[in-house]
């Protein structure tokens, strides 16, 4: 019997393995990659170091006033004494605490949400997390003091126009989605009509809108808040794209789960609650996170008709004489504080996408 | 869908109803004066660094509410900028505009408004970098201004220079702020606007003393509270707070000599202060609603020189608004 | 009357009677009320302000205006200038997106890294901050005119603009502009010609090469013919600002700016994605067919790549088109800041001006989609 000796395993050759076949293959295969390659290390050469040395090796950090940024690169000591500002607006020092209490208990929402398992629990959970929230942010109960909208601003005020908007837009979406899916013509068409006209036209135009025209339609003596005139604009600007991103869901969704719904005789809401829009909001969860991005990126609209949200205490915080000419470090610091946002929640949404395009495969 | 109804009726705690008998017995009610000023226009409506709002204009809700209530403090203030203003006084969410509104016939005729006095009489001008040499508004000619939107301001200029012969270019804002940060980063050469506003703009510049407020005025603009019509009653009110203060200047009465004046045998003050006559009856007010006003905020001199006179940094002289026995406007009919 | 309500045909048609009665009464109460307000409150009805004159000037006008000139003309140049603005951002958008999409495709380790780097850089900053950014920070670092910052003597930039010399109108410009007119029209015959032929008798001809030579040649010859007299008007400094040559307003730099940086990065996507949708198996297919890498791009890959990525793209410039409105910011004068801003406060009127500009947005967007649904259809592959 024939013994066949195992030989033993070459290696690869040399020239396809280890870092200089890699560079060799991805940056410098040919002339024109060459090339590239220059042209993208001079990029980065000309923006990355003029830019560290302003933002980290020049920078201040120390000190609490104006006067003790002597050096040349950006004075931080300025966002660090308007911190509070570009956080909370004018909220008043005392009663901060609300506010941060409220975003320690969405911590303890976000971890109940990743331990429960009943649905029914964690709508429970939501739904008084928003009635607390509100409670604690606006105040009027339980001694807590009554905070007027005017003080509100900054990051916070940022989130709550975000969070009322996609909170409530979400329902109102929901709604149109099927309305704009149902076969009853008159129904169908006040759907479209409503979708359509909302997204033709800018959001600067709804805000103005609900800021200038709203008021003529109640009769004297009802008054909207200026903020909750902004948050029925958004509100409704953004039920117009919700829908959009769930008929898309309900699209997806085979014929054949609408016909055995209606086979088990499910009527209308039960067949669309409990079995379509289940199976569609899981298909719609990706572009809805990215919809969300775009309303936080919409917010700042607010700044036009002269709420105080985070991009527009850049403003007020260099507008203070003691501080005057530093708008370049509120807005990059401002920059980057709405990138690590909206970044993190793109990245969430890439991986929901490729958590659901697997589950398909 | 419980939830959703919760969460409206929390949502409704922000939406304002009062039932309509009249903006008197309502504020009565509410227990505050709800006032429209100026977000942020030093010496007439500004934020302390203590969360505390100051101003002349602020003087005026104040004043309002120290007659109406008794007491100064209770004043809910609201911030617009120019293009809400009349929209929040028509629909309620206001009811006393105190935001430097200049008094003009179509304002008073086509917008459902009455001007209730002119507590600041103004006129628009110039501020210019001393570094570009401009002396006089002829030497303009070229220059491109900065114009904060929503007023009458890029009207005057546009027939300024128009009567003059003169080019020009405007850049319009939304926001004052705007304004100001576009002038300094070089982006226009002059500022244009109501020449009290200008003192306060310049106050708030990196380096006020190389900025200048040109001589020439070329325009009037009276400023002054605005209430709705249709409410004559309360329309009166905001008239004769403002009187008082004026009126009070003029038979100098002052709030450290009030108390003591209150005995004084002139005919004229005691009408005043309420210890003859029935001048707060005939307001649907307590006798001592002027006693009030200049008791907790001051006559009309004592609030200019506590806001925008020579010893603020605004530094402005009283010109035109000084009393009319002294050569400027300010007047108050008779308190009789 | 119970059985009848137990119908399904019937049972839709109360509901949608329900909902119009509903939504009826809903717009009466409001058309009702604002129709008392706006009675009560004297607030003038009707278009009639259309022809008052404005009385205010404007910073920048693509047509004659002076401040004699009714609202109505505000209104005009204000649509011309969100049109100006609009047209500049898809032409540098899309050139700049097709560039980052296609180098993010790149064999090349660094530029595909770089050019992602882009996208979740760009991306994830809102327009409107981008904007501020460009107009406040970027604006306030430039010189003033008197030490403006020079290019060869004749570009200049500083606080109050980009100036750059503007071509004579004389017959050589007129010829020339005319010539680029004709060369694009030739092109376009020159490609449906060129893929007739390519079609019928499977010979590739160089339609690259040959409309790159008529888009030199053509404006080269006119240029003699026009009388070879091609003069700028070059800017220089007097007074407070430049006289001569063409004022780029760095309100429209800023803005035109942030919105090719903003949507450049959605383009790049969209292209990136289609150019990724295409099946693997149609490159190897077209490689199995001896066709070269080149031919495979052109005749098997692109064209499918650009069905996938026209209607994102395409939404993308009516999103560019809207975003324009942000230009009420920074004092840009198109419709939003013009007609619903300055016209607005001058006039207020309200509901009159804002539905104008709503229905000005909305004729674009329904435009734009009548024209993506016609494209959808041309470009749809017909089985055959």
Redo the contacts between chains.
Sequence with gaps: MAVHNQKAVREAPANTKGIIHWLQE??F?TPS?IA??L???Y??YSILPPFLQWAYFDANFAGDSKAQCTGDGACWTFVKVKMDMFMYGFYPEDQVWRLQAGVVLFFLLIGFFYFSKSNKLKIIAFTSYMIVAILLITGGMFGLEVVETDKWGGLMLTIVVAAVGIVFSFPIGIILAFGRAS?????KS?CITYI??I???????IL??SS??LP?????GITFDKLLRALIGITLFQAAYVAEIIRGGLQSIPRGQYEAADAIGLSYWQKMLLVILPQALKVAIPNLVGAF?SL???T??V??IGLLDL?SM?GVAAGDSAWLGM??EG?VF??FV??AF??GM?RYSNKLEKQFNTELK | MTKFTKLSLAALALVGMSATAGTLEDTKKQGFVKCGVHVSNAGFSEVTSGGERKGMDVDGCRAVAAAVLGDASKVKYTPLN??ER??AL?SGEIDVLYRGTTWTETRD????LNFAGVNYYDGQGFLVKNSDGIKNAAEL????FCIQ???TT??N???Y??ANKMA???????SND?VI??Y????C?VITSDASQLYGIRSTLKDPSGHTVLPEIISKEPLGPVV???DDAWFNIIKWSYNAMVEAEELGVTSQNVNKMKTSDSPAIKRLLGTEGNMGANLGLSADFAYNIIKQVGNYGEIFERNIGMNTPLKMKRGLNDLWTRGGLQYSPPFR | MLNALRNRKVR?IL??LL??LG?VAFLWY?GS??M???E?????TGFAFLDNSA?????EAPVAYT?TDTHGRVFFVGLLNTLIVSFYGIIFATILGILIGVLRL??????RK?SSAYI??F???????QI??WY??V??A?P?PKQSMEFKGDIFLN??GLIIPSPDMNSTTITIIISFLVALVSIYFLNRWAKKKQEDTGNDFPTFLVSIGILVVLPILAYFIGGANFNFDIPALK???FVGGKTIS??FLALTLALVIYTATFIAEAVRSGIEAVNKGQKEAAASIGLSSYQSLKLVVLPQAIRIAIPPVINQYLNLI??S??A????Y?EI??LF???S???V?Q??EI?AI??LV??T???SVSVLLNWLNHKIKIKER
């Design positions: 991805n940056l295969s990659n590239l390659t042209l993208g290390a990029i980065i076969e009853l013509p008159i129904i006040i359509e006209f997204r033709g036209v800018p959001l600067i135009t103005f809108m200038v025209i003529l339609f109640f009769p004297e991005i936080f990126q919409d700042t609209l700044l036009i991009l850049v708008e370049t807005y401002v920059t709405f990138w909206c970044y793109s | 120019a293009k009349f929209a028509s005729t086509s917008l459902g000619d070229g220059a491109t939107a929503g007023t890029e009207l200029v546009a027939d220079f128009r020009y270019k405007v850049n319009t804002y939304d705007q940060k576009s300094e980063s070089g982006r050469d709705r019509q249709g | 839709g509901f949608q909902t119009v939504l409001i009320n604002t008392h307000n706006i009560q409150r004297g607030i003038k009385g205010f000037g404007i910073s401040e790149s064999n090349n380790w660094l530029i770089l979740d850089i991306r994830n900053i809102p327009l409107l901050l501020l950014f406040n920070v604006l306030k430039l003033s606080n109050r007074g407070f600002n760095p309100e809207k975003n409105s942000l009420a910011a920074i004092g004068p939003v800041t619903s801003g300055t607005l406060n001058q207020g309200a509901i804002i500009t709503m947005y909305l674009m967007s329904i």
